[in-house]
């Protein structure tokens, strides 16, 4: 018998070993897809009963695919025009760089620098731009995703019930209610910020007088755009932005639009005014969720901004479950009431 279980616990080891690493390459489109599954679940109830499961979700689906494959062209070639921008005005500064009456040494860590920085990006450019096929790919892994996942929505937290044992029952809908609400606040939190600081951005650019009204509000897009980006965020705007004022010599301009955007638009408010939100909204403790924010982000990039927030708010659930485990064990066993009968004489 001992030998069998011993098979058996390999067999499923393999199995689920190389389950992962059939999905690993995938998880990115999968982990979005049920993510907006869950963002849109709400329109799928609704329009379930005139459309039907599938109809409703082919609907979503389709209209989902048309409206972000739209803004993804027109977002990739706004992306072309800035990074295109952002290699010459890099390639600028390092020419004004090696102008200057800098010492010798200087002068020569640059100019090796730059023999070395400019390749490498023009070498990542070069590979995101042959990266197509594989977001194609990545593209109808996702559809598919988001289509079934809308289709059996309803049917998905009831199997992971089923799937629990009935003494667990309890503990694994706490679980759930855990994820639900602690989702529910991390997306509301990010789209609510995303917006705020696309505006504070356009806001920004004319404030500082960094272009004109339709630049402006082209960097605010950008800004909510590149949310979507792990670690991107809106910094890179504003950072070119100064970069910009800089080789126009407006050195002041570069400060102030420098201070503007990472006290209002990122990476300041990631870190302070998100986690608030998701904290008040999910109930948790703010150094918590701040914690998860950043080593999930930093450890999975943007699947870990949601991810890490989730799992330590499932640690602490899990904590307290082990709490009322041990106090239980440890609690001593009440006495027998009433006087003990007397031995007869």
Excluded: C
């Excluded at 090796?112 to 590979?127: D, E």
């Excluded at 731009?129 to 289709?151: E, I």
């Excluded at 899990?318 to 066993?333: A, G, V, Y």
């Amino acid at each position: 018998m001992r030998t069998e279980e011993v098979v058996w616990a390999s067999a499923v080891f393999i199995v689920l070993y190389l389950s992962w690493r059939a999905v690993q390459p995938l998880v990115a489109p999968i982990f979005f897809g049920l993510i907006l599954a869950y963002v849109f679940y709400p329109l799928q109830s609704r329009l379930e009963g005139k459309l039907g499961k599938r109809g409703s979700a082919l609907l979503i689906s389709l209209l989902l695919i048309a409206v972000g494959g739209a803004l993804t062209v027109k977002f990739l070639l706004i992306s072309v025009q800035v990074l295109s921008s952002l290699y010459t005005n890099i390639v600028s500064i390092f020419d004004w760089l090696l102008t200057l009456p800098l010492p010798s040494d200087v002068l020569n860590f640059l100019q090796n620098f730059r023999g070395q920085f400019i390749p490498h990006i023009a070498n990542y450019l070069s590979r995101g731009a042959f990266s197509l096929p594989w977001y194609l790919l990545q593209l109808l892994v996702f559809f598919f995703t988001f289509y079934y996942s809308l289709v059996y929505g309803e049917e998905i937290p009831d199997q992971i019930k089923a799937l629990l044992p009935e003494s667990k029952r309890k503990l694994g809908e706490e679980i759930l209610s855990s994820v639900d609400k602690t989702l529910s606040a991390l997306l509301r939190a990010w789209l609510l910020l995303n917006i705020a600081k696309s505006f504070l951005m356009t806001l920004g650019f004319i404030i500082f007088s960094v272009s004109d009204l339709y630049t402006a509000f082209l960097a605010g897009f950008l800004t909510f755009a590149f949310s979507f980006v792990p670690l991107f965020e809106g910094w890179m705007i504003w950072l070119a932005a100064a970069i910009y004022f800089g080789v126009k010599g407006m050195y002041g301009h570069a400060i102030g639009i420098a201070i503007y955007g990472f006290a209002l638009v990122s990476p300041l408010p990631d870190y302070t005014v998100r986690p608030m939100m998701v904290a008040k909204d999910a109930e948790l403790d703010q150094t918590l969720v701040f914690i998860g924010m950043l080593g999930g982000t930093w450890a999975m990039g943007l699947k870990g901004l949601i991810i890490g927030p989730i799992v330590l708010n499932l640690l602490l659930v899990l904590l307290k479950e082990w709490k009322k485990i041990t106090e239980s064990s440890h609690r001593p066993s009440p006495s027998p009431q009433g006087p003990s009968p007397r031995p007869p004489v």
